[in-house]
C-alpha cells in the first residue's frame, strides 16, 4: 500500500507529519496556505517532488480561500500567496516550478474573456491534483528506467529519504530500487543515518521495512569502510536541483559519497523527476544552498549535544559536481555524460513533444 505523504482534502492539505516519525504515524491538516508554507518550512513535508506539488496544493486552496470578488483582486492575492510559499525553502527547484506552473495557469484562466473566479479557483486544484498524479506516474517511470541499472543482488547505498516520503508517492531513488526489487532483484539497502535531521535513519529505513525491504542504517561517517570491504555495489540519491552542466544539489553528504564511490569504482546514480532539472541554473555553484536553524545540529530529542556558544554550520544540502554522477535516471530517459549535451537534448526533445 502507498505511503500518504500528503493528500488534498475539502478541508485543506493533510500530511504525514515526518517530523515524528518513525515513532508515531500522525497526520496533520492545514487548512491554510499559510499552514501549509509552515509545514514546508518545518519540515513536516520535505523532498522535493513532495514540496512541490504541496506548494501547488497551498496555492489552490489559498485562492479558494481568498475574499476577493473581482478576478483583478484574485491576482494580487494569487501574487501574495505564491510569494509565501516560494520563500520557504530556496534549494529544491520543484517548489518554483511547480508555483510557476499554478501562476501560468492562473493568468492563462483570468486572461480569458468572461472568466469567472469559480471556474478559476476549480481549475487550480484540478491541477494541483493533477502534478499528485503526475508526480506518482514519473516515480514509477523512474522506477522502470532505473530497475536494470541496480544489481541483480547485492547492496545498494542511499543518502538522506529520497522514497515515496519525499515525493507523492513510490519515490524517485526508492522507487528504482523498489522497481528493481520487484523484477526480482535481491537488494539489501544501506541507509547513511543522514546527520542532522536524520533522514535516512528515521525515514528511508521506516518506509523500506514497511516494504519487507532489507535495510540497514550506518552513520555517516561509516560508508567509507564498507566501500572499502566491498560490501556496496551502487550509491543511488535523488536531488533537489539538477544545473543544466549536471551538477547535483542533494542533501548535505552526497558530495563525500559521491567522491568515495568514485575512489572504489562504485557506480553513482541520480533519480529525479524532469522538474528537478534547472536549466535556467548553468553550474552547481548558482544553486542556493539553504542554511538551516543551528538548533538541528545542536540538540537532538531536546537534548543539547554541543557546549553553548560554539560556532554551528548547518548548510542542509552540497552540491556534488557532474564528474562524479554515472547517470541520471529521469521519467523520459536515462541521461549519461555529457550531461551539458544530454540534458541540452532531452529539454529540446520536451519542448518539441
Ligand atoms: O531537506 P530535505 O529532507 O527536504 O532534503 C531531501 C533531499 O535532499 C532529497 O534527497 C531530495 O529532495 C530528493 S527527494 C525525491
Redesign the pocket.
Known amino acids: 500500500m502507498m505511503i500518504p505523504t500528503l493528500e488534498w482534502t475539502r478541508e485543506g492539505v493533510r500530511f504525514l507529519d515526518q517530523t515524528r516519525l518513525p515513532l508515531e504515524e500522525i497526520y496533520v491538516l492545514a487548512t491554510s496556505y499559510q499552514q501549509v508554507a509552515d509545514a514546508i518550512t518545518t519540515?513536516v513535508v520535505?523532498?522535493?517532488?513532495a514540496?512541490g506539488v504541496s506548494a501547488a496544493m497551498g496555492v489552490a486552496l489559498g485562492v479558494s480561500q481568498s475574499p476577493a470578488n473581482t478576478l483583478h483582486a484574485l491576482t494580487e492575492d494569487f501574487d501574495r500567496i505564491a510569494k509565501v510559499l516560494a520563500a520557504t525553502r530556496p534549494t529544491?527547484v520543484n517548489l518554483f516550478w511547480a508555483i510557476e506552473r499554478m501562476r501560468v495557469l492562473f493568468n492563462d484562466l483570468a486572461a480569458r474573456p468572461g472568466a469567472s473566479i469559480v471556474e478559476v479557483r476549480l481549475a487550480l486544484i484540478h491541477e494541483a491534483q493533477q502534478m499528485y498524479d503526475e508526480d506518482i506516474a514519473a516515480c514509477k517511470a523512474m522506477g522502470a528506467n532505473g530497475a536494470g541499472l541496480m544489481p541483480r543482488s547485492g547492496s545498494v547505498l542511499t543518502h538522506?529519504?529520497?522514497g515515496a516520503l519525499?515525493?507523492c508517492g513510490y519515490?524517485?531513488?526508492l522507487g528504482v530500487i523498489r522497481a528493481a526489487v520487484e523484477h526480482g532483484h535481491i537488494l539489501h539497502v544501506y541507509a547513511d543515518e543522514t546527520r542532522p535531521?536524520l533522514?535516512g535513519a528515521r525515514l528511508t529505513a521506516w518506509e523500506l521495512m514497511h516494504d519487507g525491504i532489507p535495510t540497514t542504517v550506518l552513520c555517516d561517517n561509516m560508508a567509507a569502510s564498507l566501500m572499502r570491504a566491498g560490501k556496496i555495489q551502487a550509491v543511488i540519491?535523488?536531488?533537489?536541483r539538477i544545473a543544466a552542466n549536471g551538477d547535483v544539489a542533494?542533501?548535505i553528504g552526497t558530495y563525500g559519497v559521491a567522491v568515495l564511490a568514485k575512489e572504489h569504482g562504485i557506480p553513482f546514480y541520480v533519480a529525479a523527476p524532469w522538474s528537478t532539472i534547472d536549466v535556467a541554473t548553468p553550474t552547481g555553484d548558482s544553486i542556493p544552498i539553504e542554511e538551516r536553524p543551528a538548533v538541528e545540529v545542536t540538540h537532538h530529542g531536546g537534548k543539547q549535544l554541543t557546549p553553548d556558544g560554539v560556532g554551528i554550520a548547518n548548510p542542509?544540502?552540497d552540491v556534488t559536481p557532474a564528474k562524479y554522477v554515472t547517470a541520471i535516471i529521469t521519467e523520459r530517459e536515462v541521461l549519461r555524460a555529457p550531461f551539458s549535451e544530454s540534458i541540452q537534448n532531452a529539454g529540446a526533445m520536451l519542448a518539441k513533444s
Not at 540519491?237 to 533537489?240: P, S, W
Open positions: 519540515m520535505r523532498g522535493a517532488p514540496i529544491a538522506c529519504n529520497a519525499a515525493t519515490g524517485t531513488a535531521f533522514q540519491v535523488g536531488a533537489d542533494n542533501k542542509a544540502f
